[in-house]
């Protein structure tokens, strides 16, 4: 079992950064793809950002391809989205997510349902 916790959410101005964190207890992180999601209210989760296992490939839809920058630590078990030139619409519940199944070696992931664990979020408002 793995435990996923979310930390660095906030208020911050149009234009401003935040960087989240993702850190993780139970089990070693080291050689799952993990991904950051958003969920504003009355929307479906959104799909923000995938890494593989090693962070050597990353993978950003377009709405926040050059904007959002998501790492990872694997000796310290912790997994970073740096966001930067925010925007109103950026507003939602921010989760990250590991997948633990199998995975083709160098793969990231992109959809809900291809996750296994999940962090409880983490807050972001971007005032306008």
């Known amino acids: 079992q793995v435990q996923l916790v979310e930390s660095g959410g906030g208020l911050v101005q149009a234009g401003g950064s935040l960087r989240l964190s993702c850190g993780a207890s139970g089990r070693t992180l080291r050689n799952y793809p993990m991904g950051w999601f958003r969920q504003a209210p009355g929307k479906e989760r959104e799909f923000v950002a995938a890494?593989?296992?090693?962070?050597?490939?990353?993978y950003y839809p377009d709405s926040v391809k050059g904007r959002f920058t998501i790492s990872r630590d694997n000796a310290k078990n912790t997994v970073f989205l740096q966001m930067i030139r925010l925007k109103h619409e950026d507003t939602a519940v921010y989760y990250c997510?590991?997948?633990?199944?199998?995975?083709?070696?160098?793969?990231?992931?992109?959809?809900?349902?291809?996750?296994?664990?999940w962090g409880q979020g983490t807050q972001v408002t971007v005032s306008s």
């Open positions: 890494i593989n296992w090693s962070g050597g490939r990353t």
């Open positions: 997510a590991a997948r633990a199944r199998t995975s083709l070696s160098g793969s990231y992931y992109s959809r809900v349902d291809e996750y296994d664990y």
